[in-house]
C-alpha cells in the first residue's frame, strides 16, 4: 500500500538546476526516514541523500554543497534540490523509504544534464 511518486526530472546544461519531488501515501510519513538514489545505465543504484524524522540529513561526498534533500511533513513530500549539476549526475533518480524491514521505491524520474 506504500506508494512514493516522484517528478520534477529533464534536461538541464551544466551548471544548471532541479528539483525533485516525492509524494508518499500509505505510510505516517513523518516518522520515516526518506532517501534519494540515483542510477545510471550500467552502474549500481547510489545512496544520494537522506533525510530523517528529525530533519537530519546527509550526502554522497559527490553532491556535498550542490544538493540538497528537504520534507514537508504537511505534504507527505521530500525533494531534493539540486545546483550546479554536471554531467556526471545523468541518472534515474528513485526516491525509497523502507517498511517492515522492506524497501519502497517509486518509479523514477530521468535526469538529464548534458550541453
Known amino acids: 500500500q506504500v506508494q512514493l511518486v516522484e517528478s520534477g526530472g529533464g534536461l538541464v546544461q551544466p551548471g544548471g538546476s532541479l528539483r525533485l519531488s516525492c509524494a508518499a501515501s500509505?505510510?505516517?510519513?513523518?516518522?520515516?526516514?526518506m532517501r534519494w538514489y540515483r542510477q545510471a545505465p550500467g552502474n549500481q543504484r547510489e545512496l544520494v541523500a537522506l533525510?530523517?524524522?528529525?530533519?537530519?540529513?546527509n550526502y554522497v561526498d559527490s553532491v556535498k554543497g550542490r544538493f540538497t534533500i528537504s520534507r514537508d511533513n504537511a505534504k507527505k513530500t521530500v525533494y531534493l534540490q539540486m545546483n550546479s549539476l554536471k554531467p556526471e549526475d545523468t541518472a534515474v533518480y528513485y526516491c525509497?523509504?523502507?517498511?517492515?524491514?522492506?524497501?519502497?521505491w517509486g518509479q523514477g524520474t530521468q535526469v538529464t544534464v548534458s550541453s
Open positions: 525509497n523509504t523502507i517498511n517492515n524491514a522492506r524497501d519502497n
Open positions: 533525510i530523517s524524522s528529525s530533519g537530519s540529513t
Open positions: 500509505g505510510i505516517i510519513f513523518r516518522i520515516y526516514t
